[in-house]
């Protein structure tokens, strides 16, 4: 397994499994904590936890006021930031974030942007003079592979958590306050789900892949649906070349992890709604 | 340098040359991309576009012909007018081509834009990026049309999706001609 790992993964390949047992479509188990209690962040407005197997991503959604732009003064911001500390894998080195991390951090935005889960002219509370600023920060804890999948699943769990309390300016001082008893959940227009799939040897495509197999693999693709059926991303980085039909079946693979992911989520959030 | 409409780019290729100790890989040549936006500097969209236009060029190039080297490709952006991204790559396979370097297949970028009402519209202008309901881009190889790399800006349906890549890969034709007649020129005086 370490002196000829493309050898030793091939010979699972041939009868359509993997190391770990799962089958070529198969997905690792999925779990997600959101909220204060569950989740470990108090000082968060919104915090989720996404375990992908191995693969642990942390999400912590800071809402912060501020003045929004000159050119678009009806729209707040919202600034996700993807962190992969050396913690997670021993090929990250401390220092300023790597291509990966800010590749990520770009990806991650263009998500948020692509899908309109959220729109810009929600958060904002007086056109022109006072905004929300969400902070989305994801960090990486353990990373196995399938980073991007994990990391729009845990954007999404601790959007969903989040509460803004209700901001109103006062017309006499000109000045913001905010009422912190009561709050309002952030209102997500879609629902955007991640699927990632790595390319072997210009024909086979694996679902979920761990890191090995993505040290492994000949290329990746990632693809973001919504509810809908939409795509909301496709991305390819590069890699072998895939045709047409086979960019589809990644598709309609993609549409029905939606569907399981979209199960979890409400499942998990109902848990945790106080009655 | 290379300009389709206003925008034009500038590709610079080094290679393959000695590699640093910490960079080299064993196997194969180290490929690294530098984007220079017109103004400003680099940040998180230069990396993300970076690490396209890197993985893009290392499916095609043959790495292994050329072990413990470094190859840099540096692209400098002249002037931006709409279908950036498609420049890059395009510009970037014509500094490969130039420089003579080992490929197991040629590449051209291709932008498409969905328009509001639906309609398909090749190569944008930025007036029209800005107004489109959505922006594909796409790598297309010269070997059988497949698709080496694809991004997406804004939502489409899975059929808009497939449209794009079919009219993508007929417009692939007419960029491939167009190197071609640029490297018979450049070598036939």
Redesign the interface.
């Known amino acids: 397994r370490t002196v000829e790992p493309l050898e030793y993964y091939r010979r699972f390949l041939k009868e359509n499994c993997r190391p770990d047992g799962r089958e070529l479509g198969e997905f690792r188990t999925t779990t997600v904590n959101i909220g204060k209690c569950l989740c470990s962040i108090t000082t968060a407005d919104g915090s989720a936890l996404v375990k992908l197997g191995n693969t642990t991503v942390i999400c912590g959604v800071k809402a912060e006021l501020a003045a929004p732009a000159v050119d678009s003064a009806n729209k707040g911001y919202i600034v996700p930031n993807v962190e992969l500390p050396s913690l997670c894998a021993e090929r990250f080195r401390s220092g300023p974030p790597g ?2 991390a ?2 990520a ?3 991650i ?2 998500v948020i ?4 889960m959220i729109m810009k002219e929600d958060l904002c509370i007086a056109s022109g003079k006072l905004a929300w600023v969400l902070y989305c920060d994801i960090i990486c804890l353990d990373y196995d592979g399938n980073l991007l999948d994990a990391s729009v699943f845990a954007l999404l769990a601790a959007l969903k958590n989040v509460q803004l309390p209700l901001v109103t300016i006062n017309e006499e001082t000109g000045l913001s306050e905010v009422n912190l008893k009561q709050k309002n959940p952030l209102i997500i227009r879609k629902h955007p789900v991640a699927t990632s799939f790595a390319i072997f040897d210009d024909t086979l495509l694996i679902v979920d892949p761990t890191a090995e197999e993505e040290d492994l693999a ?2 990746t ?1 990632t693809i973001v649906t ?1 509810e809908e ?16 039909a086979k ?2 079946d990644c ?1 309609t693979r993609a549409i029905t992890r939606h569907k399981e992911v979209k199960k979890l989520i409400d499942k998990v959030i109902k848990s945790i709604t106080p009655k | 340098s290379l300009s389709s409409g206003d925008t034009s780019v500038l590709a610079g290729l080094y290679g393959p040359a000695e590699a640093k100790l910490s960079k080299e890989l064993p196997d194969r040549a180290a490929l690294e991309v530098l984007l220079r936006p017109k103004v400003g500097l680099p940040g ?2 230069e ?2 576009r ?10 095609v190039v043959l790495g292994v012909l050329h072990p413990r080297t470094a190859i840099s490709l540096v692209l400098q952006v002249l002037s931006d007018a709409g279908s950036l991204l498609s420049c890059c790559l395009n510009a970037a396979c014509m500094a490969l081509l130039d420089a003579g370097l080992p490929l197991t ?1 040629l590449f051209c970028g291709v932008t498409c834009a969905l328009q509001p009402d639906g309609t398909i519209l090749l190569d944008p202008t930025a007036r029209q990026e800005q107004d489109a309901r ?1 922006i ?1 881009t796409f ?1 297309i ?1 010269s ?2 049309r ?13 059929e808009e ?2 449209q794009c ?2 009219t993508a ?1 007929r417009a692939a034709d007419t960029i491939f001609q167009f190197y071609r007649d640029s490297v018979r020129r450049r070598y036939s005086k």
């Open positions: 291509e990966e800010q590749a951090s770009q990806f935005a263009d942007e692509n899908s309109q000949t290329g693709v919504d059926g939409r795509l909301c991303s496709v991305h390819k980085p590069g890699g072998s070349p895939l045709t047409g960019l589809q598709i | 998180v969209l990396r993300s970076e690490q396209l236009l890197r993985q893009t060029c290392e499916a297949a959505a594909l790598a190889a070997s059988e497949k698709v080496l790399m694809a991004t997406t800006k804004g939502s489409c349906s899975v999706m497939q890549l079919a890969q």
